[in-house]
Every structure is written in structure tokens, then in C-alpha cells.
């Protein structure tokens, strides 16, 4: 991938057209100081750019999304000024563009079923280093899948292939080797204003669509950064990593790239990634609490 190809496409989309963003949670728990950061970023990344922010709601995981932290997160960020354009995009009510997606990487033969469950792949992994074996992991921390085979016996595996829902994996090292070279993308968080070179094969071969859901994470993401036409996609430094797949896939599909601008992210006191389940750094419990938007800001140390 020629990097010149990104910042060519960026800037002059940038001339010609206003710059979009977009704030894209999961209505899975409620919104806390994290996803405040990163929505005022967008906010005034749209604002100092001329450019247009949609929301996105990430809701494919059906069996954790609740349209009650839908509600939640529209109150949330209007109650904080961020102001979003409408019609809002529900992942839910688009599995149909992620399956296109899918069958498309499948043609490309790049697409693998896989029956070991994470929590097989786990024990797996502990088994192993527990017996002075280190496993390998994916910058999330999470061990790699190994192949079933590598966990399980032929006749389960067989079995299981027959019997039960599969998951569909991206054969990562094949996809790569189809493109020749890892793509790179713009990144202006950090500090940065360059190109990073993606490291798929860091991740394995990740989920494509799991055995209850569709899709996942990462397919989806891609296919609507690109049906949304983002030219800038801001979000927090947990993601940075993922932008590897995420940009594999999106040379994959032939869809464009967006910049990227990960932000820092707002720690708990051991210096933990904020959760949704601690109610002390929930929006909606410091609003119930007293706290002003104003409050917000500077408690995360967002200045205008
Ligand atoms: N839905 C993801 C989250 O709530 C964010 C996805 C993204 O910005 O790419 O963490």
C-alpha cells in the first residue's frame, strides 16, 4: 500500500466535502468518563474541521445490548452539548451489509470455521503455561487461537462441525499474504501526524462472525466506517491495536481508509481502564450526583 494513497484520498476529501466523524458506543452498560473524552473529541474535531458527526450504536451483541442504554447514551451526550445528526445507524438493523461482507472474504477463501470456545482456548493456554509453556497473545492480552486441531480431537472437532454453531475466523496470515505488504494508516494521536504499519498477524486469526452473532467487532466496524463515509475516525488508545485488523480488512474489501486519532484514555485510580459496571464514573450517576457538564470537562481535563 502506497501511504501517499491515504493522505491523498484524506485531503482531498477534506477540500472538497465536509469531514465526518462519528462516536460509536455499545448500549451495553452505561456511558462513563471515558466515553465522554471521546465524544467531545469528535465534537471538536467536527467543529474545528467545518466536518459532520453521526452516532453509530454498536449493537450486535444482542444478548448484552439493551435498548434502555440506547436511551441512556442519547440523554448522556445530550445532557454533555454534544450534538449528533440523525438518523442514528443501529448496527442491529444491518446484518445483511456485515454478511455481504463475510461471503465476500469466504469467495477470497479467507475464511475459516472454528468450533473451540474461548474459554477451551483459555484453559488451553493455561494448561500450557503452567507446564513452562508461554502462549502466545494478542495485544488484548488474550491467548491466540491455535487451530482446533490443536486443542481438540479430530472426531470432536468432526462432531462439532456437524452438530453445533461455528465460528467464522479470518485466516490472517493468508489474507496478508494476498495483499503482499501490511497496509499503513495516518495517525494523528500521540502526538503523531504519520504512517503506522499494521501488524495483523499479531492478532491470529480473529473472529469474523461468532457462534451466536453474525458479525463482530471488527467486521462491522469496518463495513460502517465505509457505508457512513468517515474521513476521521477518533476513539480511545484501546483501540489503537485493532486498527491492524481493521485496516487488513478494509484493503480486503477494497473500502478506504480512514485517518485514525486515538486519544488517551481515562484511568480508574490502579491506573485500570474505566468499566461500565463502576457506578462512580458513570455519567448518569455523577449527573444524579450534582455534577455539571462543566464538571465533566474538568474532571477529565478536556479543554474546550
Ligand atoms: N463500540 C466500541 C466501544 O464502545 C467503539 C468502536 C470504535 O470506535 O471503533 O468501545
Redesign the pocket.
Known sequence: MNPDAINRTSSETQMSQPRLFRF???PNGPLHLGHALSALINRKRADETGGRLLLRI?DIDTTRCRPEHEEAIFRDLDWLGIGWETPVRRQSEHFDAYRNALMRLDAMNLVTRSVASRREIREAAARAAAAGNPWPRDPDGAPLFPGDAAILDDAEIRRRLQDEPQALRLDTKAALARLGDAPRWHETGFGYDQEILADPLGWGDVVLARKEIPTS?LLS?VVDDALQDIDE?V??RD?YH?TSIHRLLQELLGLPAPDYRHHRLILDEEGRKLSKSIASTGLASLREAGATPADIREIIGFEN
Do not use: K
Open positions: 460509536a458506543p455499545s454498536e467487532y466496524v475516525v476513539r480511545g483501540l485493532a
